[in-house]
């Protein structure tokens, strides 16, 4: 089984910390090295206003910018949101990103969860699954048909025949962002599309339920196996597991204040389409540092750490496609490019192909050392204490 390591940008940092120039400079000089050092994708997040992933309200405009100065490296919008946009917009904007990049395009599409954000642009949160579906519908057929009519409770248009029309046959590849409704997972199985996912909160043995649905779900429509699933985790390598705590507990102690203040709408509100999320995000209050790394959410420590880690989730995920996360917080520059520099010199050779090891290269597209169930590293309980599950 081939793994390969991709990095993503979700930006929680302050306008006062880190103007968007400096943001968007670091992040683009980071996503040059990851295509450098044999990373497989650079994704980034559709968010809007607050610090919490307001940085990309347009993650095609910030892909753009990745595909004019990589040459290799996939790119993963992680995701864009139906709801917010018009399907002949996203259908036009995606296919000239795919031309732009030579077909080098991944298009992730997500619901959104933030209820100020649904305030901002008039939209109802009970609407949110019927638009994501009906706009990921409506994309598909501009991508691939001429003429289209289309219309839905929500938008009526045609014929038109969008323009450009993508690269890749029949269209870019869609990923679908799920959470934690198992339904979501076999919608998405069912229907052929990847899989991406942020296990940030959810309970791991849930989500090994729900990948093992999305998993059959695909084979029995598609038949055939699927494809490596998405799974986002914070990471942040250092030469001692201490000095790489040190760094990284101020940003995550940020990442869980400013996700806590976007998410905090939802102590006074309830959608039929969100059931259970106001518990859920109540699992912030005691999402620290500590919490992190017992229970190992995050790939943080030295590279014999981190590999430990990384082995875990493999054991207990399976066929995954771990997407870094950079950047988190108010992370220097310097040692979040020093951090992807050891991930790849120290961590990645140890999980490519035999051949590849013997050779001692990096990179490409590396291979688990050892498929059985995840050694535990110490003072770490894979999983630990589960939080409720988001649906």
């Known amino acids: ?4 390591f991709g ?3 979700f930006s929680t940092v302050r306008q006062e910390q880190k103007p968007g120039e400096r943001y968007f400079d670091e992040a683009l000089r980071l996503s040059v090295l990851a295509d450098e050092l044999g990373f497989s994708h650079v994704r980034t997040v559709e968010h809007y ?6 940085m990309t309200p347009s993650p095609i405009v910030f892909l753009t910018a990745v595909a004019a100065r990589t040459t290799r490296v996939r790119l993963v919008t992680g995701a864009v949101l139906p709801i917010f946009n018009h399907p002949i917009k996203v259908a036009g904007e995606t296919a000239m990103l795919d031309c732009i990049s030579r077909g080098r395009l991944d298009v992730g599409f997500g619901r959104a969860f933030l209820p100020e954000e649904f305030d901002a642009f008039q939209r109802s949160m009970d609407e949110s699954r019927a638009r994501f579906e009906g706009g990921i519908a409506a994309v598909k057929r501009l991508w691939t048909e ?87 985790f914070h990471m942040h390598v250092a030469e001692t597991d201490a000095r790489a705590i040190a760094e990284a507990t101020p940003q995550m102690d940020q990442y869980v204040a400013l996700f806590k203040a976007s998410a905090s709408a ?3 509100r309830s959608s039929s389409a969100y059931p259970g ?7 912030l209050d ?22 430990e880690l990384v082995r875990g989730a493999l054991g207990l995920f399976g066929d995954v496609e771990p997407s870094l996360s950079l950047l988190w917080g108010n992370f220097p520059y310097e040692q979040a490019e020093r951090s992807l520099r050891l991930f790849a010199s120290d961590v990645m050779p140890r999980f490519a192909p035999e051949e590849v090891r013997a ?12 498929g059985g169930a995840p050694r535990e590293v110490p003072g770490r309980g894979l999983g630990g204490e589960a939080p409720r599950r988001l649906v």
């Open 286 to 307: 005691t999402m620290t540092m500590e919490r992190v790394l017992r229970e190992q959410r995050a790939f943080v420590g030295a590279p014999d750490a981190v590999a």
């Open 266 to 268: 939802w102590q006074t």
């Open 359 to 370: 050779r001692g290269l990096g990179g490409g597209a590396p291979q688990p050392a050892g």
């Open 277 to 283: 999320y106001a518990e859920v995000i109540k699992e």
């Open 7 to 9: 990095i993503n940008f």
């Open 1 to 4: 089984m081939t793994v390969r």
């Open 49 to 54: 206003f607050r610090p919490y992933g307001g």
């Open 146 to 232: 001429t003429d289209v009519v289309y219309e839905d409770d929500f938008y009526r248009f045609g014929p038109i025949t969008s323009s450009p029309r993508p690269v890749q046959k029949p269209h870019p590849p869609i990923v679908v962002a799920a959470v934690g409704t198992p339904a979501s997972f076999e919608w998405t199985g069912r229907q052929g599309y990847r899989l991406m996912v942020v296990p940030y909160l959810s309970s791991f043995e849930a989500l090994r339920r729900n990948l093992a649905l999305y998993r059959e779900a695909f084979a029995g429509s598609q038949g055939r196996a699927a494809p490596p699933v998405q799974l986002s």
